[in-house]
């Protein structure tokens, strides 16, 4: 059992890690990259947050299909190890199973993340003392993380429905919404089950993320012609 759970939590850090890497880091790629020209800042941080979420899907979708199937009791005879996948995702299609639904959840929540993070900071009181930036950061992140998790999570319900499947290969997104309302009566009232210890968790992990991204980002703060720092 405590080994199974290790290797579930070392796939399930490098998944979170990684998306959270890419996130931040391909935002602010993008949205240096994208030529300036009449594009009103909204319109730039939306193409940066969705090209960001695009690439955040490419890479880190295997991560989350080995991370459901390790966590999913159905498979817990038959797939030994992280390695072990290998054996029973045999074609990138199967790799890719949820593709659909995490490109709708990534984009949707990262134009909403980037788009209302600075008014949100804006809107809370001024401070000048580290912690009290901190405290801010971490309130921003926290909203914003409890917010986004709450309306995508019947996505999120969906994505894991498909990803925990190998016998039946993989199936379109409107297929997999389908069964997943079949199975919950068509009440959206069951497609919440569990939002809130979703809510609970992403308010915690998006503050503690998004102020400890702002703390490591200060330093290059005061070397702006070499950080490419967003301001």
């Not at 405590?2 to 391909?26: I, N, W």
Request: with cysteine; glycine share 6%; aromatic share 12%.
């Amino acid at each position: 059992w405590y080994q199974r759970r290790v290797r579930e939590a070392v796939v399930s850090t490098q998944s979170t890690g990684l998306q959270v890497g890419l996130m931040y880091g391909f935002f602010e790629t993008y949205y240096k990259l994208l030529p300036d020209n009449g594009m009103s800042d909204a319109q730039r941080t939306i193409y940066a947050a969705t090209l960001t979420g695009i690439s955040e899907a490419i890479i880190a979708t295997p991560f989350e299909r080995g991370q459901s199937l390790l966590q999913t009791p159905a498979f817990h005879g038959k797939i030994k190890n992280t390695l072990d996948l290998r054996h029973h995702l045999k074609s990138m299609r199967q790799w890719y199973c949820g593709l659909s639904a995490i490109l709708i959840r990534n984009c949707s929540t990262n134009c909403l993340f980037f788009l209302l993070r600075n008014p949100l900071r804006e809107a809370l009181p001024s401070v000048d003392t580290k912690r009290g930036k901190f405290a801010v950061d971490f309130v921003c992140g926290a909203c914003l993380g409890g917010v986004n998790s709450t309306l995508i999570y019947p996505v999120n319900v969906v994505k894991s429905y498909q990803q925990k499947q190998i016998a039946l290969g993989p199936e379109s997104f409107a297929t997999s919404c389908k069964k997943v309302l079949i199975e919950r009566d068509y009440k959206l009232r069951k497609l919440y089950y569990g939002v809130q210890l979703n809510f609970t968790r992403a308010l915690l992990s998006w503050g503690i993320i998004n102020a400890t991204y702002e703390l490591c980002m200060y330093p290059f703060q005061r070397i702006q012609p070499y950080s490419g720092r967003i301001t």
